[in-house]
């Protein structure tokens, strides 16, 4: 086998997954200390870059990032976690999960701020588009999440098609 053969052997999830950690500083926030919006989302397409590259070992870029809601605050002080994961891969593309909690360790509490879908491609250094290894769900939770994926994918097809007929 060659070692480019070995690099398209199909990998399990966990081997990609992903975690960071961030404390939301005054340079983060708004004038009121509530975390900015841009701000998470900068982190959340960094984690997912993590997943995405420790998976496919190559360079990627993000195709797509899907619908984005914030539904707990965040303050400056409040330690942020961003746990990414490799949901499924396609051809060329994959699509990767991003969870983000907030966890105040005054409190000692943990809530879920926002969760996102993310669509990397793998490329290589002049920017040519390279094949993905497929990845191997091994849990149930896995098993539904590369489900799913395979049925957004349908969606953002379907989405990315309405927009090209109405322009
Ligand atoms: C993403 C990009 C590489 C796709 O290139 P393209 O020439 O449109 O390629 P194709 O249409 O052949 O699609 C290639 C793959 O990307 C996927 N893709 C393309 N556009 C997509 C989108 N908007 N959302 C999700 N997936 C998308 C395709 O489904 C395909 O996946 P597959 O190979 O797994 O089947 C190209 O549009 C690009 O370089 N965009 C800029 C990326 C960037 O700068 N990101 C921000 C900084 S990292």
């Known amino acids: 086998m060659t070692d480019k053969d070995d690099l398209m052997m199909p990998r399990p999830v966990r081997d990609s997954q992903s975690e960071m950690a961030e404390i939301v500083l005054p340079n983060d926030a708004n004038p009121l200390g509530a975390l900015l919006g841009g701000r998470l989302m900068h982190w959340i397409d960094l984690a997912g870059a993590m997943a995405a590259h420790r998976h496919s070992r190559n360079y990627v870029v993000t195709a797509s990032i899907d619908h984005l ?36 360790y005054l409190h000692d509490t943990c809530e879920h701020v926002s969760s996102a879908y993310l669509t990397f491609v793998a490329i290589d250094a002049g920017g040519r588009r390279l094949p993905v290894p497929a990845v191997v769900p091994e849990s149930d939770e896995q098993r539904r999440r590369y489900e799913d994926a395979g049925r957004r994918r349908e969606t953002r097809r379907l989405e990315l098609e309405r927009r090209n007929l109405k322009s």
């Open 69 to 104: 809601d914030f539904w707990t605050p965040v303050h400056v002080g409040d330690l942020v976690i961003l746990r990414s994961s490799v949901n499924r891969v396609f051809h060329t593309s994959m699509e990767v999960g991003v969870k983000v909690w907030v966890e105040n």
